[in-house]
């Protein structure tokens, strides 16, 4: 199975110690949820919008510092612009998951993590995956490119697919709002 691992420009220890480093990351995680986070926050530089960690250490009880309150502009949404995360205990309103007709779905997140990929024949791929509740998330495969970076929820309707014992959502368009914008329409 290593040997796949060629394609990446890894050699075999290095790809041991990164399979060793992932476990320990995860067991951590598992048992030691409050240290695992709390670390999170202080060193983590990750490739998931500052929301999703914040909001993960929130739901195992960390007191994360609030960003600074004013009477006229207390509201989750605005928080989100100006800071990158809310302090409220709930989830941002509008995200969700809803099955249409046999494995059809309809769906609209808040973006946690993308990429584009240029795939085969040069067609793109875009991966993402749209939060939609409190430690719930979604994995959403557009087939083309789609300039997430601007935009905060991720609108559509697609297919659930189930690959490497995870299924997600396969659509082949769908449409980015700015967060004020989508809750407002």
Known sequence: M?????????????????????????????????KFWKSCLKHCQGSYKRWVYRTEAKRVGIEVVTPSKSDKWDTPEFQYRKYGWWSQNEFMP???????????????????????????KGR?????????????????????????SDHDVVWGQGTIKHSNNSDYVECFDSKGFRLEKYLLD
């Open 2 to 34: 290593l040997q796949s691992l060629s394609g990446f420009g890894l050699c075999r220890a290095h790809a041991v110690n990164l399979g060793r480093l992932i476990w320990a990351l995860a067991y951590q995680k598992a048992h030691n949820p409050e």
């Open 94 to 120: 509008g995200m969700y998951v809803k099955e249409l007709y046999l494995d059809k779905v309809e769906f609209a997140g808040m973006i946690a993590n993308g990429r584009v990929f240029r795939g085969d």
């Open 124 to 148: 793109y791929v875009t991966f993402l995956t749209l939060g939609i509740g409190n430690g719930q998330y979604i994995d959403v495969t557009i087939k083309k490119a789609f300039a997430y």
